[in-house]
């Protein structure tokens, strides 16, 4: 019998807080309590367990009536200074100097949520305090410049200069509309809610956003920033009670209870399809054939029933999400779209279930939707097939069971997934989180005629649907900065010279704001622990070296719940230079076409049904110290119950040695999918695609990344997909070579992460595995790579840039220091954060320095090009000049460790221990890195000024981004050139 973590009682003796419901949270390992303050209203849900990585949320129901993207801008500006925390940026602040394992805030479309975490009680009270105070206290009502900063302004330096407009919301949101993915998913969600909050864009706009008053933007903080209208979420293993009674008496206590008509209506159903259509925009002299959306959407019950909530995330996977899924392959044998996207949101009142058809014309939209009615009908007649059913529920069980949610603590998105639910209903917190009885009632459904049943309700005798047809035209994106200048140009002749007076006061007004850094006393007043408060010894590596059948083994022992985390490491220095790309292609080939056993929908069910999933993926090593020497790999990962190791080998090894490659057609569907898929990403990631493009002029390291991965890897695909006719015999053909030379004995390395059982388990079907394996005599070998500068302006329909400089420090004689790591937080989060965002209006600027020499600047949905880089070319003098007291030094350093000491799951911890392994880090240079970074002074830092300069000295750029701004910034880059060109 599992012990309470609190007492009951302790809950029920607290006369301000009336405890409404308790219940045994058993999957996960918790006990939950619901509970409501008497005075406030303020609604509150506990976790308790032993997770020591503490969580603490503050939500709010926030519905808007526009898009002007109120909620978001409030979401940016509470958390720039408030009553008892006044410094200009607590939340900055806070990321500098705590120990956080999560800090961030979030808008959705009809909420706003604020989470924290931490691993230490001292902390985590200290995050907790200071976002009370920032939801409930903020500077917004002292100062209207925190909202021009975050939300939007009028920028006018003179009486003759341009009338601008900038703000960073304005700027994420300019970004976010770049992005046609993006544009369609907030269409859809609006055509099917046309009367209620999902009508309109939370996140705002950008036409939309210069409407918001300064008056509207605090009523709706004033109306919706209320306890009684709060979410309030504790997770972990702190003294909830004690949280408890520091809230009351600091916060909730002091206001009343009074009632915040946040209900979000149902939309009523329509009568028939509704049809939405739009545009976005393509560069100048991108292609528009065969580059519009199609997307079938459907309006699904509510987020309040347990089981369609599980249920359609099953048939999406089933139906769609899964390799050579029905309705997927149907669409694409019928010449509708060259990628099929899907998707099911139950993150609001009432989900959507989407069926995508991308780069399709739109003269199909007829055939799409009746390609998506007649083929469910025929699966509804024959039966939904059971293997992908099971498959699909063993996925996400297997999801579930694990808690695996990467670098996002697992306390964080259960709080998440709590508010699918309790934002709806107040007396149902608790329904998704625990999903053992709805797996099971799923699995028991299988064959009954459930499923057909809810395909029949839901997909095709239901009317509340859409179909939104997103059409690119070219030049978009400069009609519209065309007429925002003409509109701010008319604007601005209407103003009398004292309002033009005004405007210029204003922009100055806001730009002393900005530079004027808070006071001593407003930064001592945010809560600070001591460098006593942090340990001093490294998180461990986990590495014992063995063999396997002759073939060398990394085992990480970590308890991992039965679950055995497996890589096989495929050295790739066999493959010729000239077919270094096809080894991206083969990440999508295998496991994506049939085997000699298998269809590949089948080989897919195989693996989800008897694994948590086998995958491949390229990854590149490098060395410390070095600058050309690396490791690429061609990886096998898998994740398997110890039990079904058996299955995981032969899977492999089916995927491995009898995929059939000669099947042409699925062979393009794939290359075409893949060519999709990338510019998604490029589009979504330019800030790390043109850091990564400019690091390839330099390092050989990134020269083969950039063939494997990057924007020459797409350039390798575009002419694939575009002469495929003439190459496919030749793609088979190098396909089959790359397999060759990479499965090879001599070339593999088995890293697994498992206790002792799980490694022995593994040791009983690696060898026969390990004897398939090629083993004639091949002449092929990678030769070293020639990285050339090309500093690039890459063009695309963006109306916002992402500027990256890089460079390598070694190859100027400077070594790595665990100093780098303290450097990277300061010009992150102080200069350029205060000039390349604050000022700037970028939504965000990264940097980083690697092991192997490597320094990256870099900017994220940024409106500046030349000025980014003339901020970028200031920090030598910046560095050379660095100046802080010991506390400053010392809440560097507690924020440089926060980001060291993330908590690690097991697959985490045994990912980490092979990266060292292969980057030759010993726990020795592991902990003299936290030493240098526990040790650092303000002189370290400056000392690091010269080796910063060797990085701007090597003028490496590269910018993705809007073709107008590139093309009046050409003198920068060696080359411009249209990103996508087709």
Not at 27 to 44: C, F, M, T, W
Not at 687 to 706: C, D, G, I, L, P
Not at 893 to 916: E, H, Y
Request: hydrophobic share 35%.
């Amino acid at each position: 019998m599992r012990e309470h973590k609190i007492d009951p009682k302790r809950l029920k003796d607290l006369g301000t807080y009336e405890l409404v419901t308790e219940e045994v949270v058993e999957e996960l390992k918790s006990d939950g309590y619901i509970l409501k303050h008497k005075k406030s209203g303020a609604r509150i849900v506990i976790l308790s367990n032993d997770d020591d990585n503490k969580v603490f949320s503050i939500g709010f129901r926030t519905p808007p009536v526009n898009s002007t993207g109120v909620p978001h801008i409030v979401e940016h500006t509470v958390l720039c200074g408030s009553k008892e925390f006044p410094s200009k940026d607590p939340f900055v602040e806070l990321v500098k100097g705590s120990l956080n394992t999560f800090l961030n805030a979030m808008t959705y479309p009809d909420k706003t949520v604020y989470p924290v975490a931490s691993c230490n009680d001292k902390d985590f009270q200290n995050l907790i305090h200071v976002y009370m105070d920032a939801v409930f206290y903020p500077n917004i009502y002292k100062n209207e410049n925190i909202f021009k900063q975050e939300g939007w302004h009028y920028e006018l330096e003179s009486k003759e200069a341009d009338l601008k407009l900038n703000g960073v919301v304005y700027n994420e949101m300019k970004g976010a509309f770049s992005s046609p993915e993006q544009q369609l998913y907030r269409l859809l969600q609006n055509s099917l809610f046309p009367d209620n909050t999902y009508g309109v864009v939370s996140g705002g706009a950008p036409e939309d956003i210069p409407e918001l008053s300064y008056e509207e933007f605090l009523d709706f903080h004033k109306k919706y920033y209320h306890p009684s209208n709060s979410y309030i979420y504790l997770y972990g293993d702190s003294d909830i009670v004690e949280k408890l009674e520091w809230m009351d008496k600091e916060y909730l206590s002091q206001f009343e209870y009074a009632p915040v008509d946040s209900t979000i209506p149902m939309q009523k159903a329509f009568d028939k399809t509704r049809e939405v259509v739009d545009y976005y925009s393509v560069a100048e002299n991108e292609s528009l054939a065969s580059k519009t959306y199609l997307s079938y959407n459907t309006a699904i019950a509510t987020s309040l029933d347990r089981e369609l909530y599980l249920v359609f995330q099953v048939l999406e996977f089933a139906l769609l999400a899964s390799p050579g899924a029905p309705l997927k392959q149907a669409l694409i044998d019928a010449g509708i779209g060259k990628d099929i996207l899907s998707s099911y949101d139950n993150g609001m009142l009432q989900p959507i279930f989407s069926i995508i058809a991308k780069n399709a014309e739109e003269e199909k939209k007829e055939e799409f939707v009746a390609v998506i009615r007649n083929t469910l009908k025929d699966i509804i007649k024959s039966g939904v097939d059971e293997k992908s059913l099971k498959a699909a529920i063993n996925y996400y069980e297997f999801k579930y069971r694990e808690a695996d949610f990467g670098n996002f603590p697992k306390g964080l998105m259960y709080g998440l997934q709590i508010l699918d639910s309790w934002l709806y209903a107040d007396d149902k917190p608790f329904i998704h989180i625990r999903a053992n009885d709805t797996f099971e009632f799923l699995k028991a459904k299988i064959g009954t005629g459930y499923y057909e049943d809810l395909l029949q309700k839901y997909l095709l005798d239901n009317t509340h649907n859409s179909l939104v047809i997103v059409k690119p035209k070219m030049g978009l994106t400069k009609e519209k900065e065309d007429l925002v200048k003409e509109e701010l140009a008319r604007y601005k002749e209407t103003l009398s010279d004292e309002e033009i007076k005004q405007l210029i006061e204003a922009t100055k007004d806001l730009e002393k704001f900005q530079e004027t850094p808070s006071t001593k006393e407003e930064l001592e007043k945010i809560p600070l622990l001591s460098r006593e408060d942090i340990d001093k010894e490294s998180t461990p590596i986990y590495n014992i070296e063995k063999e396997v059948d002759k073939v060398k083994t990394l085992h990480h022992d970590v308890f991992t719940n039965g679950i055995a985390y497996l890589k096989l490491l495929f050295d790739v220095k066999n493959v010729p230079n000239e077919l270094v790309s096809y080894l991206g292609l083969l990440t999508s080939v295998l496991g994506y076409m049939n085997t000699s056993k298998h269809s590949y929908l089948e080989l897919s069910n195989e693996v989800n049904i008897h694994t948590g999933g086998i995958k491949t993926d390229i990854n590149v090593y490098g060395k410390k110290g070095t600058t050309d020497i690396f490791e690429g790999k061609f990886e096998i990962i898998a994740k398997v119950l110890y039990d079904e190791m058996g299955e995981a080998f032969s899977l492999i090894d089916e995927t491995v040695f009898d995929t059939i490659l000669e099947d042409e057609k699925r062979l393009l569907e794939i290359i075409s999918e893949v060519k999709s898929r990338l510019q998604m990403r490029m589009n979504s990631s330019g800030h790390s695609t043109a850091v990564n493009r400019a690091m390839s002029y330099f390092s050989k390291a990134m020269y083969f990344n950039e063939l494997t991965s990057g924007v020459s890897y797409y350039q390798f695909i575009e002419e694939l997909e575009g002469n495929f006719s003439e190459k496919k015999q030749e793609i088979i053909k190098n396909l089959k070579t790359v397999i060759e030379c990479v499965f090879r004995k001599e070339n593999l390395f088995i890293s697994c992460t498992a206790d002792e059982e799980g490694y022995n388990k593994m040791t009983n079907y690696a060898p026969s595995f390990i004897q398939k394996l090629y083993t004639g005599s091949i002449d092929t070998k990678m030769l070293p790579f020639a990285p050339k500068k090309l500093n690039e302006g890459l063009k695309t329909s963006s109306k916002v840039q992402y500027v990256a400089r890089t460079g390598n420090f070694i190859t100027a004689g400077y070594e790595y220091t665990g100093a780098l790591k303290v450097l990277k937080l300061i010009l992150s989060y102080d200069y350029l954060w205060i000039n390349i965002r604050v000022k700037g209006g970028a939504y965000g600027c990264m940097s980083g320095f690697s092991l192997e020499g490597n320094g990256y600047f870099t900017s994220y949905r940024d409106p500046n090009l030349r000025e980014t880089n003339e901020v970028y070319e200031k920090l030598y003098d910046y560095i050379k000049n660095f100046t802080v007291d010991e506390r400053d030094m010392t809440k560097y350093i507690i924020g440089t460790i926060s980001s060291v000491d993330t908590p690690l799951n097991p697959a985490a911890k045994g990912a980490r221990s092979l990266t060292a392994y292969l980057s030759g880090m010993t726990m020795e240079d592991i902990q003299k890195d936290r030493d240098q970074i526990l040790s650092a002074t303000e002189e370290d830092i400056r000392n690091l000024a010269e080796l910063v300069k060797s990085i701007l000295h090597d003028n490496n750029i590269c910018v993705i981004g809007n073709e107008t701004k590139i093309e009046e910034n050409k003198d920068l880059f060696y080359n411009t050139y249209e990103l996508i060109k087709d």
